[in-house]
């Protein structure tokens, strides 16, 4: 375990000269006035040291308060990551990450970064962790990520057929259900937010009809499931849509959450073209610019608590 950490530092340090030797254009953000803002932040409570102002601060709190733009955001991780700064979390999870790139020879060292960061690399239900950002619209529940079973949204809004949604997410999928209808698509929903208790009847007939095993390939357990966060929508009638939801959804705030072409081994579920989530169109469209297929990848490399917490120790020593 030691030799493995070693060789990881040794990768790491000179991965960082390389990229750091390299002639890159500085990020505009800083002479834009974002230390300005931290130092505004700061002088709000000069008394408060200023990674203890920092450390309590949610991603959305920290947009707020030094004025940054969620794709200002991006810019500045991805000026992070071209620095060699994006390693995140080095001494705690060296060796996570080198299993998973041995598991995963095939992804980028960036993406297994970025999955272990969201805790994908551990087997599904055994090392589960109470879901962090509760109602916020980046919140990752999945099968190692749960609400507990008296969580229920506080802005749920009814949208027909005795179903809730997220206020947000209803006002956006009504937005793009009327773009679809003119131009001759009729999609309609299903189900949305689902209750503890509802998932997990719907869970436990699954176990007696088909087995747990069976069960847990095709049905979240309950307080594992995103239609508990009011964020996630069942489409009917999307064959003919499909295309243009893929290409689109994005500028509504929508992402397909269950992808084809192997990511069930990431995400916990095959591929359900019928299962949208809403994660605001900032960071539906940030995945889609960066073509980044998984939420839980985009998760762990943007908005884990690790990554925030790198974000700012990096604006303290700046």
Same mark, same amino acid.
């Given at each position: 375990?030691?030799?493995?950490?070693?060789?990881?530092?040794?990768?790491?340090?000179?991965?960082?000269?390389?990229?750091?030797?390299?002639?890159?254009?500085?990020?505009?953000?800083?002479?834009?006035?974002?230390? !300005?803002?931290?130092?505004?932040?700061?002088? *709000?409570? %000069?008394?408060? =040291?200023?990674? &203890? #102002?920092?450390?309590?601060?949610?991603?959305?709190?920290?947009?707020?308060?030094?004025?940054?733009?969620?794709?200002?955001?991006?810019?500045?991780?991805?000026?992070?990551?071209?620095?060699?700064?994006?390693?995140?979390?080095?001494?705690?999870?060296? !060796?996570?990450?080198?299993?998973?790139?041995? *598991?995963? %020879?095939?992804? =980028?060292?960036? &993406? #297994?970064?970025?999955?272990?960061?969201?805790?994908?690399?551990?087997?599904?239900?055994?090392?589960?962790?109470?879901?962090?950002?509760?109602?916020?619209?980046?919140?990752?529940?999945?099968?190692?990520?749960?609400?507990?079973?008296?969580?229920?949204? !506080?802005?749920?809004?009814?949208?027909?057929?005795?179903?809730?949604?997220?206020?947000?997410?209803?006002?956006?999928?009504?937005?793009?259900?009327?773009?679809?209808?003119?131009?001759?698509?009729?999609?309609?929903?299903?189900?949305?937010?689902?209750?503890?208790?509802?998932?997990?009847?719907?869970?436990?007939?699954?176990?007696?009809?088909?087995?747990?095993?069976?069960?847990?390939?095709?049905?979240?357990?309950?307080?594992?499931?995103?239609?508990?966060?009011?964020?996630?929508?069942?489409?009917?009638?999307?064959?003919?849509?499909?295309?243009?939801?893929?290409?689109?959804?994005?500028?509504?705030?929508?992402?397909?959450?269950?992808?084809?072409?192997?990511?069930?081994?990431?995400?916990?579920?095959?591929?359900?073209?019928?299962?949208?989530?809403?994660?605001?169109?900032?960071?539906?469209?940030?995945?889609?610019?960066?073509?980044?297929?998984?939420?839980?990848?985009?998760?762990?490399?943007?908005?884990?608590?690790?990554?925030?917490?790198?974000?700012?120790?990096?604006?303290?020593?700046?």
């Amino acid at each position: 375990m030691i030799k493995k950490i070693i060789i990881l530092t040794i990768y790491f340090t000179l991965f960082a000269v390389v990229v750091t030797s390299c002639s890159f254009e500085s990020s505009d953000l800083f002479e834009n006035g974002i230390l !300005s803002a931290v130092s505004n932040m700061f002088s *709000k409570t %000069p008394s408060a =040291p200023r990674d &203890t #102002v920092l450390s309590h601060l949610s991603l959305e709190d920290f947009l707020s308060e030094t004025g940054l733009e969620f794709d200002d955001y991006i810019t500045l991780m991805a000026d992070y990551e071209r620095k060699g700064i994006y390693l995140h979390s080095l001494e705690k999870n060296a !060796s996570r990450y080198l299993e998973f790139q041995e *598991k995963h %020879p095939e992804l =980028p060292f960036s &993406t #297994v970064i970025a999955y272990v960061n969201a805790n994908v690399d551990v087997g599904f239900y055994e090392n589960i962790q109470t879901a962090p950002n509760l109602d916020s619209l980046y919140i990752l529940v999945n099968k190692n990520n749960q609400v507990s079973h008296d969580f229920v949204p !506080s802005n749920l809004v009814d949208i027909g057929e005795e179903t809730f949604m997220h206020r947000e997410a209803a006002r956006q999928f009504f937005k793009m259900k009327d773009t679809l209808r003119d131009m001759g698509y009729n999609i309609n929903f299903s189900s949305a937010y689902r209750s503890y208790y509802r998932q997990e009847d719907g869970y436990n007939r699954t176990v007696d009809d088909a087995g747990q095993a069976a069960a847990d390939q095709s049905v979240a357990r309950p307080g594992h499931s995103e239609h508990q966060t009011g964020l996630a929508i069942d489409l009917m009638d999307y064959h003919a849509a499909l295309p243009w939801l893929i290409d689109n959804a994005h500028k509504y705030g929508f992402i397909l959450r269950y992808q084809p072409n192997g990511y069930e081994v990431f995400q916990g579920f095959k591929y359900e073209p019928w299962h949208w989530r809403y994660v605001g169109i900032d960071i539906a469209t940030a995945m889609y610019n960066e073509r980044i297929c998984s939420f839980e990848e985009f998760y762990g490399k943007y908005l884990a608590s690790d990554v925030l917490h790198n974000v700012k120790r990096q604006i303290l020593t700046t």
